[in-house]
């Protein structure tokens, strides 16, 4: 079936580097994208959002970018701060169902 | 402030014993979720509701159950707890209009069945 997939599960960088995290979708009917950070013991938190008609969507210090031709997502955070250490999900919109459909998650590690 | 709770936020049960988690949400919301988290496997939704009375399946429904009487409330049964129900279990809520599908998500409930 369709499915939202991560193409790293770890990514460790260093305070005040720029991250990315990477993320393939099958459906190609998806119109609709959603980046949710999850610290330890908490549910998952809403960080940006984007809707297919957009290549490009900027937030406080994350950027969301939308690839459609590869069906491709990525979340880049600028100047990585310890705070950010989180998993990180993906997650996609698709019809008919309109239910999101989440990736497995990438941890996030900020080394000092 | 709005806010979506769970509880109990910690749970051990038997095999065989039914269990209920709560889920209550203020924001009004039409649209609430329960979704199961294991490792390896993200997010897997369980039951899903679009409004008072309305109850659907989602991906990994067998052994679990929903009602929803009220806005703010879905609680989630399970019918005869399995081990293989050990999971962070997590409520969420949408206004689901397509201005906005963003979920708040609660702060979930741990769940071990021995």
């Known amino acids: 079936g369709e499915s939202v997939g991560l193409h790293l599960p770890t990514l460790s960088v260093q305070e005040g580097d720029n991250s990315i995290i990477n993320c393939a979708y099958s459906?190609?009917?998806?119109?609709?994208f959603i980046w949710y950070k999850q610290e330890s013991g908490k549910g998952p938190q809403f960080i940006i959002d984007i809707r297919s008609n957009m290549d490009k969507r900027q937030g406080q210090r994350v950027t969301v970018l939308l690839n459609k031709t590869v069906k491709h997502l990525s979340l880049q955070i600028a100047a990585t701060q310890p705070g950010d250490s989180a998993v990180y999900f993906c997650a996609e919109l698709s019809s008919p169902a309109r239910q999101l459909t989440f990736g497995s998650g990438t941890q996030l590690t900020v080394l000092p | 402030d709005a806010e979506i709770t769970q509880s109990p936020r910690h749970k051990i049960t038997e095999t065989g014993r039914q269990v209920t988690l709560a889920c209550h949400q203020t924001?009004?919301?039409?649209?609430m979720f329960w979704y199961r988290q294991d490792l390896g496997h993200g997010l897997r939704l369980i039951h899903y509701?679009?409004?008072?009375?309305?109850?659907n399946k989602g991906e990994v429904s067998d052994g679990y159950s929903v009602s929803r009487s009220n806005t703010e409330d879905l609680p989630l049964t399970l019918e005869s707890a399995a081990s293989s129900q050990t999971s962070v279990y997590f409520c969420?809520?949408?206004?689901?209009?397509?201005?906005?599908?963003?979920?708040?998500f609660g702060p979930g409930t741990r769940l071990t069945v021995t």
């Open positions: 924001w009004n919301h039409n649209n």
């Open positions: 509701s679009y409004g008072v009375q309305d109850t």
């Open positions: 459906n190609s009917a998806s119109d609709y």
């Open positions: 969420a809520s949408s206004f689901g209009t397509s201005s906005s599908y963003e979920q708040y």
